[in-house]
Each structure stands twice: as structure tokens, then as C-alpha cells.
């Protein structure tokens, strides 16, 4: 497909790096610097000049463009490029948009204005959060299949009943149907089979049905009840706080909010009457003290800083906080930050750009491609993809035990209607069925790749 992006930040630059070996990408920011970079590293052409002048776009060949993407600085100049986009050609239109007064307009952008998707990052960062303060134990949470199947990274603790478990008994153990389908253990990355012994410390990646997962971290935790987390501390006031504490009051959790800006604090107030705001300094230790942060269940930091959001989050972690969701965007202080041994780590450009790409895959099936979702786990070492069974295959109706897939692939799980299936030898794959793949290799594009 022809794409276009506009906007060669982070995330601009990210869409152009995770596109460009598979479509035919155009790049535009009015910054010379920022084309140069990009088209140096990747295989992308580039324009200098701004997105809603017409004579630029046309050079970008906007007519015979399939996916508009608008992701600069300024949540008006995507919609108005978006909309001149649209009226000269552009199929299908995506627009970073900010600021939470747009989000009471999105039915209206999208069939006035002609404007495909409306991506809101902050939004995207705070259900990311609600949902690993939802499952305590759980280092993160992805979803599949229109989200009846879910895939949780969840460490082991010594002493837990998962401690010293072969995988084959564990479904006996637990009654419960689940797979560990990867193993994080040190920096090895392992593709588990039946015979694999779990230890304490292991980092796990576990699939199952939203009912099957919550019944798994109930019966791993003895103390799951009293650990939901009931209070929460956010430090920092921004975007991803006001979507965040909204999220949590709804689930009725208690939220307090410390931030260093007084207007903005003012404004929080206004508009979130359940909140507790405290205009303060989040990153004095006495502060942190005096606000009572360390009796909270949950402590999430927000600052726009990654450096202050890790180091509040240590200090959260050696004071007693159950729970600590940090925010960092700098992919080398994501690296680093599983070294320091840190609950959580929510990236809102990340979630931004999957976002995005699932959009682009979703068009992609349309013409002939099976990925649906993907999601880059461990430091993209690990991928957990979605495929649809479309055609009648050589694999379609054979069982698994007696098809071969190639090393270091494992089905995760296989959704047949509104049917979960934790695969086992006897199962075949069938034409509908999402199929749910994790793998440590990369750039499976169809099903058919992953078989030997």
C-alpha cells in the first residue's frame, strides 16, 4: 500500500521504521533535519514542506494514497490535514488528537470530516494502566480476538504455588484451562514444552479467557482479594492522569493526584469532583512522606520526565507500594528499566504506534494479508500474532500433533466463533478461526509461515 505520514517525530518515525518493509512510505515535516534522519535509516521517501498545502501533497502523490497518516505536534493541524487529504484521494485518514474536548466529536470527525480513526495516546496510556491496576499481579495485559482472549506477563515470586510446576501438570493443578506459552528466566527467552520446570523469579507469559485468567491469578495469589487495589496515587497531573483517574473512580478506587503546576491543578479540581489534588512537588522525598504516598495500594508516576518517573518508582517500590505502574517513553530506558525490576512499564508511544499498525493491518486483510494483531514483547524479542484462517489451507482440518512448526514457535490459543480453544494435540485449525501464535522469530506475515 501507499502510505503517507506526516510528522517525523518519535512516532512518526516509528510507523515509518515498522512500515517500510512491507508498503511504499512517504514521510513530510516542514524540519529538513528530521526527513534527513529518516530517510538515512530507512527506506522511505521524504518531503520538507507543510502537510495542508496542496501543491505538497500532490507531490506525495496524495490521490493514490491508501492510509493517511497525521501524527505532528498539533491536534489541529492533523484533523485539517487529514480533511484535505480526504477530499484529494486519500482513502483512509488517521489523526493524533490530544486534547480531551475532541473526544465528545469523534462520531462527527469520522463521518462529516472523513476521518478514519482518531488516535489519543494519553487516553490509549490510561486504559493500558487501569487494566494492569485491574490484575494486581499481572506485569502488563494484551488482548486478542476482539479481546476474548487475553495474554498476561506475570512474575513468579518465591514461594508461589507456580514454584517448581512441570507445565503438563499445571492445568491439572490448577483445574483451570491456561498456557504458559514463554518464559522469560534471566535474559534467556524460552519456548516452553511439557517437560519445562517453572522457577521462582521466572517472568511468564500466560494466554486464557478473560473468566480462565481472573480464576488463574486468584488461585496463584491466596491474598488476590485483599490485594485489589483500592488506592492510588498518581504523580503528576497531565492528560494521562485526568483519562486515568476518571477510569479509576469508575472502579472504584480511591485517587489522589500530586502535581507541581497550581493552574493546573486548578484545572484538574474543576473537572474531577472525586479527586483528591495536591499542588506539590511529587519528587521530594518528604513530600512523598507528608502526602502519605506509601500507604497507597498503587503508585503510578506521570511526570514528563522518564528518569524522575523510574527513580519516584524505586523509591515507591523500596517504601512498600504493592503495586508502581511507571511511564517511559525512551526505548533505552524501557531496556533498562526491566533490569531495575519495576512492576510496570507503560509506554504511551508505543501503545500509540501498535495502535496505528493494527489499523494498517486490519486494510492489509482486505487485500490478502492474515495479520490482525501483533504485539513486541521483552524488548521485541518475543511477538505474539494474531492470524484469521481465510482459505482452505493444507493445514486447515489436520490435527496439530501431526503438522510441524518451526523452532521456537508455539499456538497460544485458537478462537473458533465465541469458543476459546487452549490448543492440544487433537485440535485443527479451521477456516474463521482467529489463531493466536507467540514466536521468537520474526516477520511471519501468514499462517502458512510458521509450519515447516
Avoid at 528530521?34 to 514542506?49: A, P, Q, R
Avoid at 517513553?329 to 495502535?355: C, F, G
Amino acid at each position: 500500500m501507499d502510505i503517507i505520514i506526516v510528522g517525523c517525530g518519535k512516532v512518526g518515525s516509528a510507523l515509518a521504521e515498522e512500515l517500510c518493509e512491507e508498503h511504499n512510505i512517504t514521510v513530510i515535516d516542514r524540519n529538513e533535519d528530521l526527513i534527513s534522519s529518516v530517510i538515512n535509516d530507512f527506506d522511505v521517501m521524504g518531503i520538507v514542506g507543510n502537510c495542508i498545502c496542496t501543491d505538497i501533497l500532490e507531490e506525495a502523490n496524495i490521490a493514490k494514497t491508501s492510509i493517511f497518516i497525521a501524527v505532528t505536534d498539533s491536534d489541529e493541524v492533523n484533523i485539517l490535514s487529514c480533511m484535505i487529504a480526504r477530499n484529494m484521494g486519500a482513502r483512509h485518514c488517521i489523526a493524533r488528537v490530544r486534547n480531551p474536548e475532541f473526544d465528545r466529536q469523534l462520531v462527527f470527525m469520522r463521518d462529516r470530516l472523513g476521518i478514519s480513526m482518531m488516535v489519543n495516546p494519553d487516553y490509549n496510556a490510561a486504559n493500558e494502566i487501569a487494566k494492569v491496576l485491574r490484575y494486581p499481579e499481572a506485569i502488563n495485559i494484551d488482548s486478542f480476538a476482539k479481546g476474548r482472549v487475553e495474554l498476561a506477563e506475570i512474575r513468579i515470586n518465591s514461594g508461589s504455588i507456580l514454584e517448581n510446576v512441570v507445565l503438563s501438570q499445571l492445568s491439572k493443578r490448577l483445574r483451570l484451562d491456561v498456557l504458559i506459552c514463554a518464559v522469560q528466566r534471566g535474559d534467556e527467552l524460552i519456548i516452553p514444552n511439557g517437560n519445562f520446570m517453572l522457577r521462582a523469579d521466572d517472568k511468564i507469559h500466560v494466554t486464557a479467557s478473560h473468566s480462565s485468567m481472573v480464576k488463574f491469578l486468584r488461585s496463584i495469589s491466596a491474598a488476590y482479594r485483599e490485594k485489589r487495589v483500592k488506592s492510588a496515587v498518581l504523580i503528576g497531573g497531565g492528560r494521562i492522569a485526568y483519562h486515568l483517574s476518571q477510569q479509576l473512580i469508575e472502579m472504584g478506587v480511591k485517587v489522589k493526584i500530586i502535581e507541581i503546576d497550581e493552574d493546573r491543578c486548578i484545572a484538574l479540581s474543576e473537572n474531577l469532583n472525586k479527586v483528591s489534588i495536591s499542588h506539590a512537588d511529587g519528587t521530594d522525598h518528604d513530600i512523598l512522606a507528608e502526602e502519605r504516598v506509601f500507604d497507597a495500594d498503587a503508585v503510578v508516576t506521570l511526570t514528563g520526565i522518564d528518569e524522575e518517573n523510574i527513580l519516584l518508582s524505586l523509591i515507591a517500590k523500596k517504601n512498600g507500594v504493592e503495586k508502581v505502574v511507571t511511564k517511559v517513553n525512551r526505548m533505552s530506558l524501557i531496556e533498562l528499566s526491566d533490569t531495575l525490576n519495576l512492576d510496570s512499564v507503560i509506554s504511551p508511544k508505543t501503545i500509540m504506534v501498535e495502535q496505528i499498525l493494527q489499523y494498517v493491518r486490519a486494510k492489509q486483510n482486505s487485500l490478502g494479508n492474515r495479520v490482525t494483531t501483533l504485539y513486541r514483547l521483552v524488548n521485541d524479542r518475543l511477538e505474539a500474532i494474531e492470524f484469521v484462517v481465510r482459505d482452505k489451507a493444507d493445514y486447515v482440518d489436520v490435527p496439530l500433533k501431526e503438522l510441524k512448526l518451526r523452532s521456537g514457535i508455539l499456538i497460544a490459543s485458537i478462537v473458533r466463533g465465541n469458543d476459546l480453544i487452549i490448543p492440544r494435540g487433537d485440535d485443527c485449525l479451521k477456516q474463521g478461526d482467529s489463531v493466536v501464535v507467540i514466536t521468537t522469530n520474526t516477520g511471519f506475515h501468514d499462517l502458512s509461515n510458521i509450519f515447516d
